[in-house]
């Protein structure tokens, strides 16, 4: 399946940007569901991330991956095919995530398992990043962050959703809200999709903390 050049700038910026407007609000939005696994030994396996995207850039790119369909391939093989694409421009971005242990900034491991799905006129991409390297165990400083560096994508937790902990009892996920600077709000919006912020890692400015907690 060829993509289009337009097909593959959304591909690339994993399928959201927009041009901003003049109001005050971000390019585009995604309702953020993580899952922290823990293996038998008390270690954290894999974070697990499903992004709802918006309905319409959900529209945009379904629209986009249906025109590039042609006699032999199906809806679900295009989504197949557009998400292990997406998952490999995102990987220069850290799958738009940051990892942090003990104060310090972590590595963000290779990401697998990309699922690209349609629901409720929604597009929903799904990944995990393995985490059995990095040696955190329960009780261990762990927060992360998901935005985009260079946009201002609204990436938050599904406020109808719970970051889900698995095989850990006694461990949650608190969330902390970001508090942005109203001029860096106003600046952001005015970015086009072509632009590249000075402001290094813009989005990191709109991002909740997530800090796992544990008895």
Not at 62 to 80: F, K, M, N, V, Y
Not at 127 to 147: H, M, S
């Amino acid at each position: 399946m060829r993509l289009r050049p337009s097909l593959m700038r959304l591909l690339l910026l994993a399928g959201l940007l927009i041009p901003a407007g003049a109001l005050a609000h971000p390019h585009a939005w995604i309702d953020l569901r993580v899952g922290l696994i823990f293996s038998d030994d008390g270690e954290l396996e894999r974070m697990e991330q499903a992004w709802l995207i918006d309905p319409t850039y959900s529209h945009m790119l379904l629209e986009d991956l249906t025109h590039e369909l042609d006699g032999g391939t199906g809806i679900d093989a295009a989504l197949e095919h557009a998400a292990e694409r997406m998952l490999e421009n995102l990987a220069a971005y850290d799958y738009f995530t940051e990892l942090r242990g003990d104060g310090q900034q972590l590595e963000v491991p290779q990401a697998r398992n990309a699922r690209l799905t349609l629901e409720d006129q929604r597009l929903h991409l799904r990944f995990e990043l393995p985490l059995d390297e990095l040696g955190i165990a329960a009780g261990d400083p762990f927060n992360y962050r998901v935005f985009d560096p260079e946009y201002w994508i609204e990436i938050l937790h599904d406020p109808d959703d719970i970051v889900f902990v698995e095989n850990q009892t006694g461990c949650k996920v608190a969330i902390t809200e970001a508090r942005p600077d109203p001029q860096l709000i106003r600046y952001a919006a005015t970015l086009e999709r072509q632009d590249r912020s000075p402001v290094d890692n813009l989005g990191r400015h709109f991002a909740e903390t997530a800090k796992l907690e544990c008895d």
